[in-house]
């Protein structure tokens, strides 16, 4: 089956202070449909970049970006990008309820769009905030509304660039049980870029992480834990453990995982 | 930090200045001076257009060349200033035979425009756009260039087309700028605009200026220079406010 | 250390200023354009040598850029000071504003007569015109531009930068962008009104040079006249951008103006 | 402008001189060029100003002698300008006419009558020409406000009469030359002769108090004229190449100019014809001092 | 002894859609001199505006601040914050370098502002990227800038809002490590925003849960630990595991804490 979204040979090169930095060569990676990859890595090693890649917001230096098996030109069609950045990407001149729309308007009728903006408003527990400008929500409020509007358009793939990094736990750990229903009724394909190692682990079916400078995929981890999953429940199993302990050990963590008895 | 309360546009009280200047000249005016009559005689100065009834002509058939060669200027410079500001390659293959154009005297180019058109609306237009497009374009560019990247990325991801990208996030994200744009370049339009029809006199305000200053009419100089600086202080204020508002409305303050 | 410098000079612009020039030569030897006012550019070309030979143009362009340059530099310190004390301080736009709108809004060139009878035929004039021109975009930019990211005033406001160093280190630097647009746009109505000064006030410069020569039926000196104002125009710009490009050089690349 | 009046208390033997590229002021020219002022104890400095129209008031504060024509002079005075003239400078004659209004078969303007509801290139709306034109058009009935005008300048009317753009136009030298050269071009008369058989168009103006306190300089400046025409009219090759040093004008167009008829002499007589046209013609209802405007004669 | 921070009563009042609303009400909190004070709290409970109330920037509706027993007009000298928003508030067209040296060019001479510039640089681990614009750094390291610039300053009162919620376990943990360092040597009093239990309890002296809405102070926990900490030896022991239990249930997290055993 030719997989969702892959790259082969993937080079990008960014323009530096002193001239040109060569940010990833030689990354190979393919999601297959209704997968969930997870990337991590450290600080600046290349994951947004990666994403922006796959995304096709960025054009690769050198190598191939595939999207069901056509050269990548551009965003490809229901393929969703969810931002690091996100107050930069909410317009400030939309009320929460029309940003989140921006995605649906121009195809769905108005009770569909309404419908549908209601739905992915209240999934992120913003719907008594609809009305509210941006600019004046907290950041992690305006990170759900982000992951809001990209969920509104039902997207088959979705690009996620540490969506729940403002997020306290307990949201957080909502969202991702909405993310996994959200993908087994969807069959969405998903790449996830996360910090949260539990999350990681929790989340995926696969987990890549990427080092080195310039950063290729150092460690590919599969996860094989079953679904649904539980945050309670899994998070208790064995292999669980031994998965997360594997990956904080490929992060090159001495410490991170915390005590286990 | 404080929210400002302002009801948008220029506050009207901001006239005192100029109006205490004008009350300062009044009162030590000779009346009689011919170069720089007070403005009490100003009134009498314009009585014989108005009795004419040349005055109300002209001033419509400066308005519409005025408006419309800024309305046209506006579409000009927001549409050639947001192209130029996305491509570095278009900018680099306009850039100079633009600014070439923008410096050209309007006065030197009102032959040229009449060979083709003759001394119609139309030439005046043509010669007024040329220079008010052009800190629209320039002011545009540089607001595109600006721009936040993600902001850019944002319509792409969500599969916007083109035309929907242009409506729903460049042209809100770049309004305050066309319209800082428009500020600057509504002075320089009613500028060429009477410049154009005192050299042509085709008709307008300028016409009637230039037969006044042929005349040594210096109170109906002055007179129709005030009528002309009223009308270029509306489109001001007209666009200052809609600035104002469409910022606040962006980021909700001033 | 060549490359560079290749790369500064734009290939393309002038390619297309060039081919324009061409069509415009091509469209008069077809005769589709056939007037005696408007030369091909081979004639404006012959018109621009005898020009530079008499030396009347070195002259002329001398005058036009100390006015036009004198003018807009004033207004430049002007327009910035004036433009920061309105931009910051709010009473002061309040009971300024509108004044200088409609003072903005009056049209110069009526006014070159009346500064003619000022300051007589003289540079003064000249300059005078094109401060006041530059003025209005420099100082409508510079306040404009002083609409700072308010992250960065609080930035400012907690690392306790004085208020001199915010506006030194924090505003002014956010409007450089802007300002430079304004300098940029005051520059060429600078340029064109010291033109119109010439051609209706003082008897002097490339403005005059352009009427001069119309009167004496030598279009093609005449239009080499116009052609200077425009190359003028671009290589002023140039100017313009290249010290910015020096001066601010981080503002001009967090605004896109440098490239890599 | 304080340099000026510097100049001001300056020798009043300096003559600060402004005018045109107008063949009316050869004469000034020859006189500088062949050291006429000097021996008449007079010196010269010479700024060429395009467009007289603003000349009257700068008299005084940069210039001391100006070329000006009837209407300004007029309409300057009623304002409140004290200007006066100060000598002639040319005379229109029958055989030696400088204004033109010129026509074109293309348009079907062959005949002044024609020109209702055409459209007249002119030079300056308010100027002599036009005026004498307007004057013109009563005379054989046509109404001028049934004329559209517009404001052509000199260099450019050629190429609009011939593109169509204007149905007919009003000139001087040099420029009729180069409008007559179209085939299609039709001489319709002198507007100036159509007032007087022999009227002066254009004149030397100064500012009255400076008149008054100098007398001699301007008999000394009138004499030192009539030499300049009297060598113009013995010297003609000398005389055109001053001609081309002042105007510039190319080479056929020097050679073609036909001079026009110099004269010094103040005629108040010619003013009041202008004064009668300009109220005839243009409405104007001003009140002015005609012997204010001439009184320096002496 | 009069506390380097405090609030009383406090009261935050900011508009909203449909007229002003009631952020924060009947807040008490007082910091002493060289205390680590975590606040948690839900996304949007109203931790950033408590933090930017204590730094001065932003007035209150009603109560009291006071820092070393005067009240609050604006910040105060010596008590800086990092800003949640680290995409706007660094300068863009100042590198890195000189980003960091924003707050302290003015009072050091050359070689002192440089020496500390360095060593802000190297703590987050950005040295060789000090000539960089910062809108060509990752987030996680725009976010370190921030973070460099508010330690280059040497501040009294650090008031951090999530300050390493885009950075990756291993970069956070070694920050983590370098703050309690910095701390202990400089005696600085620090307010810290965050979403991560295990950050807070690991670095704080105390630890306060806002909640409801308008929010006040749910919980005070102190936490007891001996210091220094270390990242395994304090996460094994036994009164660590329970802190982080207690918090846990505080937060009504049911799930959140990882399996113990
Ligand atoms: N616009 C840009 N121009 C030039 N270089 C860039 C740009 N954006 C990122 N980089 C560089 O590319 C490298 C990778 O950045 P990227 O944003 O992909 O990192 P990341 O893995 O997402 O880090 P983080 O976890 O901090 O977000 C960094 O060294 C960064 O400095
Ligand atoms: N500028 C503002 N204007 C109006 N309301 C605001 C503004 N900023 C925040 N709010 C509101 O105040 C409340 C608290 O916001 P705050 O940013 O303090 O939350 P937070 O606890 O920091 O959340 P997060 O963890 O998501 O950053 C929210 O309901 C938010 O909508
Ligand atoms: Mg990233
Ligand atoms: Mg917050």
Same mark, same amino acid.
């Given at each position: 089956m030719t997989p969702t979204i892959s790259c082969t040979d993937l080079e990008v090169t960014l323009p530096g202070a002193s001239g040109a930095v060569n940010i990833l060569a030689g990354v190979n990676l393919s999601v297959a449909k209704a997968e969930f990859v997870s990337i991590l890595g450290t600080s600046g090693s290349g994951k947004t970049t990666l994403l922006r890649v796959l995304g096709g917001l960025l054009p690769a230096t050198g190598g191939e970006v595939r999207c069901d098996g056509t050269p990548i030109q551009g965003p490809p069609d229901g393929v969703v990008t969810v931002f690091q950045d996100y107050a930069h990407s909410l317009l400030p001149w939309r009320t929460v309820r029309r940003n989140v729309a921006l995605g649906i308007e121009a195809r769905l009728g108005r009770a569909e769009r309404d419908e549908r903006v209601d739905e992915a408003l209240t999934m992120v527990g913003l719907l008594e905030r609809a009305d509210e400008y941006p600019w004046r929500l907290s950041g992690g409020m305006q990170q759900r509304v982000q992951i809001a509007r990209a969920l509104a358009t039902r997207p088959r793939v979705l690009l996620m660039d540490e969506p729940f990094g403002a997020l306290d736990a307990m949201t957080k750990a909502s969202l991702q049980d909405q993310l996994q229903q959200v993908q087994s009724l969807t069959e969405t394909t998903i790449v996830f870029v996360t910090h949260d190692v539990e999350e990681a682990v929790y989340l995926s079916d696969r987990l890549v992480v990427l080092n080195g400078s310039p950063a290729d995929i150092g460690l590919t981890l599969d996860i *094989?834990? *079953?679904?649904?999953?539980?945050?309670?429940s899994t998070k208790e199993r064995a292999d669980y453990l031994e998965l997360r302990h594997r990956v904080y050990e490929a992060l090159g963590h001495t410490v991170g995982e915390p005590a286990r008895g | 930090m404080k929210a400002k309360k302002e009801r948008g546009g220029t506050p009207i009280r901001g006239l005192l200045p100029l109006v205490a200047l004008l009350v300062i000249w009044e009162l030590v005016g000779d009346p009689a001076s011919p170069y720089f009559p007070p403005p009490s005689t100003w009134i009498d100065g314009i009585q014989p257009l108005i009795d004419a009834d040349k005055l109300l002509p002209a001033i419509g058939q400066t308005s519409l060349t005025f408006v419309l060669g800024l309305a046209i200027a506006t579409a000009l410079g927001a549409i050639v200033g947001t192209l130029v500001g996305a491509s570095r390659s278009v900018d680099r293959a306009l850039s100079p035979s633009l600014e070439f154009l923008r410096a050209l005297p309007a006065a030197s180019l009102v032959p040229v425009a009449a060979l083709v058109l003759g001394y119609t609306t139309q030439m005046k237009l043509v010669v007024v756009v040329l220079p008010a497009t052009w800190p629209i374009l320039l002011t545009c560019r540089t607001a595109r260039r600006t721009l936040s990247p993600v902001l850019l990325d944002t319509p792409r991801t969500l599969g916007l087309s083109t035309w929907h990208r242009t409506t729903k996030i460049l042209t809100p994200a770049l309004t305050p700028a066309v319209l800082l744009g428009v500020r600057v370049a509504a002075p320089l339009a009613l500028i060429i605009t009477l410049l154009v029809e005192i050299v042509t006199r085709v008709n307008g305000l300028g016409a009637a200026l230039g037969a006044a200053q042929a005349g040594f009419l210096s109170a109906q100089v002055y007179g129709l220079l005030t009528i002309a600086g009223i009308l270029g202080f509306a489109v001001n204020w007209i666009v200052t406010r809609a600035e104002t508002s469409v910022s606040r409305r962006m980021r909700g303050t001033v | 250390m060549n490359r560079p410098v290749a790369r500064r000079i734009n290939v393309l612009g002038a390619a297309v200023f060039v081919l324009a020039l061409g069509l415009w030569e091509l469209l008069v030897r077809t005769s589709i354009l056939d007037f005696a006012y408007l030369p091909p550019p081979t004639v404006v070309a012959q018109g621009l040598g005898e020009l530079v030979s008499s030396g009347e143009l070195g002259e002329a362009l001398g005058h036009t850029l100390f006015a036009a340059l004198s003018g807009w530099a004033l207004a430049a310190l002007a327009g910035v000071a004036a433009g920061s004390v309105l931009g910051l301080v709010r009473p002061v736009w309040m009971y300024s504003m509108a004044s200088l709108e409609a003072l903005r809004a009056l049209p110069i060139v009526a006014f070159v007569p009346v500064a003619v009878l000022l300051f007589g035929f003289s540079v003064q004039t000249e300059i005078m015109v094109a401060f006041y021109a530059a003025l209005w975009p420099i100082l409508l930019n510079t306040i404009s531009g002083m609409r700072t990211e308010p992250r960065m005033l609080e930035s400012g406001a907690v690392l306790r930068l004085s208020r001199a160093a915010v506006l030194w280190k924090i505003r002014l630097p956010g409007a450089t962008a802007m300002i430079v647009v304004g300098l940029r746009l005051g520059l060429s109505v600078s340029l064109v009104l010291t033109l119109v000064a010439e051609m209706v006030g003082n008897p002097a410069g490339l403005g005059f040079l352009l009427v001069e020569k119309g009167q004496a039926l030598q279009p093609g000196q005449m239009f080499a006249a116009v052609f200077v104002i425009g190359v003028t125009g671009i290589i002023l710009n140039a100017l313009v951008m290249g010290a910015a490009r020096l001066a601010f050089r981080g503002q001009m690349a967090s605004s896109g103006e440098v490239s890599s | 402008g304080g340099q000026d009046a510097a100049s001001d208390d300056g020798d009043p033997r300096t003559l600060r001189i402004a005018h045109n590229s107008n063949a009316a002021a050869l004469p000034v020219q020859v006189a500088m060029a062949e050291g006429i002022f000097d021996k008449h104890d007079l010196k010269v400095e010479f700024t060429k100003v395009e467009n007289i129209g603003t000349l009257p008031g700068t008299l005084g504060r940069s210039f001391d002698i100006a070329l000006s024509v009837p209407t300004t002079v007029i309409s300057a005075a009623q304002q409140g300008i004290p200007v006066t003239q100060v000598s002639g400078a040319t005379l229109d004659v029958e055989d030696n006419p400088t204004g033109f209004v010129i026509g074109s078969k293309t348009s079907g303007v062959t005949d002044i009558k024609q020109l209702a509801g055409k459209t007249l290139g002119v030079l /300056?709306? /308010? +100027?002599t020409t036009h005026v004498a034109t307007k004057a013109w058009l009563k005379q054989e +009935?046509?109404? *001028?406000?049934?004329v559209n005008i517009v404001q052509v300048d000199g260099p450019a009317q050629a190429d609009q009469l011939a593109a169509g753009r204007i149905d007919a136009v009003e000139t001087v030298m040099p420029f009729a030359t180069s409008v007559l050269a179209d085939d299609n071009a039709v001489n319709l008369g002198d507007p100036y002769l159509k007032l007087a058989p022999e009227l002066s168009a254009i004149l030397w103006i100064s500012r009255q108090d400076w008149a008054s306190s100098n007398a001699e300089v301007i008999a000394d400046f009138q004499a030192a004229l009539d030499e300049a025409a009297e060598f113009i009219a013995g010297n003609d090759d000398k005389a055109r190449q001053v001609l081309k040093e002042y105007t510039g004008l190319p080479d056929p167009a020097i050679k073609a100019a036909v001079l026009p008829t110099y004269t010094t002499e103040v005629r108040p007589q010619d003013m009041e014809i202008w004064l009668d046209a300009m109220r005839e013609a243009d409405g104007f209802d001003g009140d002015v001092d005609l012997n204010a405007l001439v009184a320096s004669q002496g």
């Amino acid at each position: 089956m030719t997989p969702t979204i892959s790259c082969t040979d993937l080079e990008v090169t960014l323009p530096g202070a002193s001239g040109a930095v060569n940010i990833l060569a030689g990354v190979n990676l393919s999601v297959a449909k209704a997968e969930f990859v997870s990337i991590l890595g450290t600080s600046g090693s290349g994951k947004t970049t990666l994403l922006r890649v796959l995304g096709g917001l960025l054009p690769a230096t050198g190598g191939e970006v595939r999207c069901d098996g056509t050269p990548i030109q551009g965003p490809p069609d229901g393929v969703v990008t969810v931002f690091q950045d996100y107050a930069h990407s909410l317009l400030p001149w939309r009320t929460v309820r029309r940003n989140v729309a921006l995605g649906i308007e121009a195809r769905l009728g108005r009770a569909e769009r309404d419908e549908r903006v209601d739905e992915a408003l209240t999934m992120v527990g913003l719907l008594e905030r609809a009305d509210e400008y941006p600019w004046r929500l907290s950041g992690g409020m305006q990170q759900r509304v982000q992951i809001a509007r990209a969920l509104a358009t039902r997207p088959r793939v979705l690009l996620m660039d540490e969506p729940f990094g403002a997020l306290d736990a307990m949201t957080k750990a909502s969202l991702q049980d909405q993310l996994q229903q959200v993908q087994s009724l969807t069959e969405t394909t998903i790449v996830f870029v996360t910090h949260d190692v539990e999350e990681a682990v929790y989340l995926s079916d696969r987990l890549v992480v990427l080092n080195g400078s310039p950063a290729d995929i150092g460690l590919t981890l599969d996860i *094989p834990l *079953p679904r649904p999953r539980h945050q309670i429940s899994t998070k208790e199993r064995a292999d669980y453990l031994e998965l997360r302990h594997r990956v904080y050990e490929a992060l090159g963590h001495t410490v991170g995982e915390p005590a286990r008895g | 930090m404080k929210a400002k309360k302002e009801r948008g546009g220029t506050p009207i009280r901001g006239l005192l200045p100029l109006v205490a200047l004008l009350v300062i000249w009044e009162l030590v005016g000779d009346p009689a001076s011919p170069y720089f009559p007070p403005p009490s005689t100003w009134i009498d100065g314009i009585q014989p257009l108005i009795d004419a009834d040349k005055l109300l002509p002209a001033i419509g058939q400066t308005s519409l060349t005025f408006v419309l060669g800024l309305a046209i200027a506006t579409a000009l410079g927001a549409i050639v200033g947001t192209l130029v500001g996305a491509s570095r390659s278009v900018d680099r293959a306009l850039s100079p035979s633009l600014e070439f154009l923008r410096a050209l005297p309007a006065a030197s180019l009102v032959p040229v425009a009449a060979l083709v058109l003759g001394y119609t609306t139309q030439m005046k237009l043509v010669v007024v756009v040329l220079p008010a497009t052009w800190p629209i374009l320039l002011t545009c560019r540089t607001a595109r260039r600006t721009l936040s990247p993600v902001l850019l990325d944002t319509p792409r991801t969500l599969g916007l087309s083109t035309w929907h990208r242009t409506t729903k996030i460049l042209t809100p994200a770049l309004t305050p700028a066309v319209l800082l744009g428009v500020r600057v370049a509504a002075p320089l339009a009613l500028i060429i605009t009477l410049l154009v029809e005192i050299v042509t006199r085709v008709n307008g305000l300028g016409a009637a200026l230039g037969a006044a200053q042929a005349g040594f009419l210096s109170a109906q100089v002055y007179g129709l220079l005030t009528i002309a600086g009223i009308l270029g202080f509306a489109v001001n204020w007209i666009v200052t406010r809609a600035e104002t508002s469409v910022s606040r409305r962006m980021r909700g303050t001033v | 250390m060549n490359r560079p410098v290749a790369r500064r000079i734009n290939v393309l612009g002038a390619a297309v200023f060039v081919l324009a020039l061409g069509l415009w030569e091509l469209l008069v030897r077809t005769s589709i354009l056939d007037f005696a006012y408007l030369p091909p550019p081979t004639v404006v070309a012959q018109g621009l040598g005898e020009l530079v030979s008499s030396g009347e143009l070195g002259e002329a362009l001398g005058h036009t850029l100390f006015a036009a340059l004198s003018g807009w530099a004033l207004a430049a310190l002007a327009g910035v000071a004036a433009g920061s004390v309105l931009g910051l301080v709010r009473p002061v736009w309040m009971y300024s504003m509108a004044s200088l709108e409609a003072l903005r809004a009056l049209p110069i060139v009526a006014f070159v007569p009346v500064a003619v009878l000022l300051f007589g035929f003289s540079v003064q004039t000249e300059i005078m015109v094109a401060f006041y021109a530059a003025l209005w975009p420099i100082l409508l930019n510079t306040i404009s531009g002083m609409r700072t990211e308010p992250r960065m005033l609080e930035s400012g406001a907690v690392l306790r930068l004085s208020r001199a160093a915010v506006l030194w280190k924090i505003r002014l630097p956010g409007a450089t962008a802007m300002i430079v647009v304004g300098l940029r746009l005051g520059l060429s109505v600078s340029l064109v009104l010291t033109l119109v000064a010439e051609m209706v006030g003082n008897p002097a410069g490339l403005g005059f040079l352009l009427v001069e020569k119309g009167q004496a039926l030598q279009p093609g000196q005449m239009f080499a006249a116009v052609f200077v104002i425009g190359v003028t125009g671009i290589i002023l710009n140039a100017l313009v951008m290249g010290a910015a490009r020096l001066a601010f050089r981080g503002q001009m690349a967090s605004s896109g103006e440098v490239s890599s | 402008g304080g340099q000026d009046a510097a100049s001001d208390d300056g020798d009043p033997r300096t003559l600060r001189i402004a005018h045109n590229s107008n063949a009316a002021a050869l004469p000034v020219q020859v006189a500088m060029a062949e050291g006429i002022f000097d021996k008449h104890d007079l010196k010269v400095e010479f700024t060429k100003v395009e467009n007289i129209g603003t000349l009257p008031g700068t008299l005084g504060r940069s210039f001391d002698i100006a070329l000006s024509v009837p209407t300004t002079v007029i309409s300057a005075a009623q304002q409140g300008i004290p200007v006066t003239q100060v000598s002639g400078a040319t005379l229109d004659v029958e055989d030696n006419p400088t204004g033109f209004v010129i026509g074109s078969k293309t348009s079907g303007v062959t005949d002044i009558k024609q020109l209702a509801g055409k459209t007249l290139g002119v030079l /300056t709306e /308010t +100027g002599t020409t036009h005026v004498a034109t307007k004057a013109w058009l009563k005379q054989e +009935g046509v109404d *001028p406000a049934s004329v559209n005008i517009v404001q052509v300048d000199g260099p450019a009317q050629a190429d609009q009469l011939a593109a169509g753009r204007i149905d007919a136009v009003e000139t001087v030298m040099p420029f009729a030359t180069s409008v007559l050269a179209d085939d299609n071009a039709v001489n319709l008369g002198d507007p100036y002769l159509k007032l007087a058989p022999e009227l002066s168009a254009i004149l030397w103006i100064s500012r009255q108090d400076w008149a008054s306190s100098n007398a001699e300089v301007i008999a000394d400046f009138q004499a030192a004229l009539d030499e300049a025409a009297e060598f113009i009219a013995g010297n003609d090759d000398k005389a055109r190449q001053v001609l081309k040093e002042y105007t510039g004008l190319p080479d056929p167009a020097i050679k073609a100019a036909v001079l026009p008829t110099y004269t010094t002499e103040v005629r108040p007589q010619d003013m009041e014809i202008w004064l009668d046209a300009m109220r005839e013609a243009d409405g104007f209802d001003g009140d002015v001092d005609l012997n204010a405007l001439v009184a320096s004669q002496g």
